[in-house]
């Protein structure tokens, strides 16, 4: 089941990210750290319904920001459509425990019916560019990888931009 998260559920999403970054730490990937995400980035996201998890067994196993809103960031990119009516997907977080058993398509495919149900142009993202497995999962998704753009608290390393045209 996926629905939008809620204000009670800010510590299990922690918990998730947490485990996520630790998980990607020891494979080298250095793509969250203590500044990101933060519990205040989830509050936000929970209290504009932009938050929604993914739940099996009435456990939270994972969550996927999806926002009409976008980041300063994104600006000097430049996008295969116009800034007008696109969908940006931020925070795709799945358990270790449960990555590899399709439940990041499924929050995907989520974001994807949601902009193409209210015709926007695209869905836009970033990955980071030493993820090389979400790379591969987003291309594998039909997403155009474009430039890179930097989050100075997160890594001296690039995230690149991603963008799906419906």
């Given at each position: 089941m996926i629905r939008p998260a809620k204000i009670g559920e800010i510590h299990q999403i922690?918990?998730?990210?947490?485990?996520?970054?630790h998980h990607m730490s020891a494979q080298g990937i250095e793509q969250w750290n203590d500044h990101y995400p933060s519990q205040e980035i989830f509050k936000n996201d929970i209290e504009r319904g932009e938050l929604y998890?993914?739940?099996?067994?009435?456990?939270?196993?994972?969550?996927?920001?999806i926002t009409t809103v976008m980041d300063e960031e994104y600006l000097?990119?430049?996008?295969?459509t116009l800034n007008e009516i696109n969908l940006y997907v931020h925070r795709l977080a799945i358990h270790p425990d449960?990555?590899?058993k399709g439940y990041a398509r499924q929050l995907m495919d989520k974001a994807e019916k949601m902009?193409?149900?209210?015709?926007?142009?695209?869905?836009r993202l970033d990955t980071?560019?030493?993820?090389?497995?979400?790379q591969r999962f987003?291309?594998?998704?039909?997403?155009?990888?474009?430039?890179?753009?930097y989050f100075?608290?997160?890594?001296?390393?690039?995230f690149y931009c991603y963008e799906l045209i419906l």
């Open positions: 922690m918990s998730i990210t947490k485990a996520c970054a998890v993914k739940k099996i067994d009435g456990q939270i196993v994972g969550c996927i920001c000097p990119v430049k996008w295969l449960y990555q590899g902009a193409r149900a209210k015709n926007y142009t695209s869905v980071f560019s030493k993820n090389k497995r979400n987003y291309e594998a998704r039909g997403y155009k990888k474009l430039e890179p753009i100075p608290k997160q890594s001296p390393h690039p």
